[in-house]
């Protein structure tokens, strides 16, 4: 059994990725023109900062150049997260977007915009937002009705955490 460049870095980097409390999502190697570039994107349950994504990379870094895993020729490693419209392939990562909203393709066809509210072994519990003025719904999405699913960018979402607006209120406004 062969095993591609992207599987042998992954077997080589991923325990390192681990023991620096993150999880390795993706692998590319490509080539631009004469150079290669290895992307590597990593995440974790509370996210990583830009000092996280430095130590992982000096880590990598290092690691790669004590092995021939990326051959003789140049490259440039390029470490980073999944960016905020990232694709749902893992259950860890539907219990990273919980709150957000996410666009789902459907196996039978269609498409639902909804928040995922919680996330167990089986499925999720979404909010369906309301149209014209309805209220949201909820609804329960089975893992298996799910042929593929994105998080949502959402520029100008309410804060629900601090409906009551006495919180923003100096001292002199609540004299």
């Known amino acids: 059994m062969s095993t ?8 080589l980097l991923e325990p390192l990725v681990a023991s ?3 999880d390795l999502e993706e692998i590319a190697v490509d080539s631009v023109g ?3 570039v290895l992307s590597v994107v990593v995440d974790s349950d509370t996210g ?3 000092d996280r994504i430095a130590d992982v990379s000096r880590a990598l ?3 790669l150049d004590e ?3 990326m051959g003789e020729g140049e490259y440039t490693l390029e470490v980073g997260t999944p960016g905020a419209e990232r694709s749902l392939t893992q259950h860890r990562h539907y219990v990273r977007a919980t709150d957000r909203l996410v666009r789902f393709q459907l196996h039978e066809g269609g498409e639902l915009v909804a928040r995922i509210l919680a996330v167990d072994e089986d499925g999720l519990d979404l909010e369906v937002p309301g149209v014209k003025g309805r209220k949201p719904t909820t609804r329960r999405l089975p893992f ?3 042929d593929k699913a994105r ?5 100008n979402r309410k804060d629900t955490k601090n409906t009551d607006n006495t919180d923003n209120k100096t001292e002199e406004e609540e004299a």
């Open 34 to 36: 004469r150079r290669r």
């Open 67 to 69: 092995t021939d895993a």
């Open 4 to 11: 591609t460049q992207s599987e042998r870095l992954r077997e």
């Open 151 to 155: 998080v949502q960018v959402e520029f």
């Open 20 to 22: 620096q409390g993150l």
């Open 61 to 63: 870094s290092a690691k």
């Open 48 to 50: 990583a900062d830009l």
């Open 144 to 146: 298996g009705d799910i």
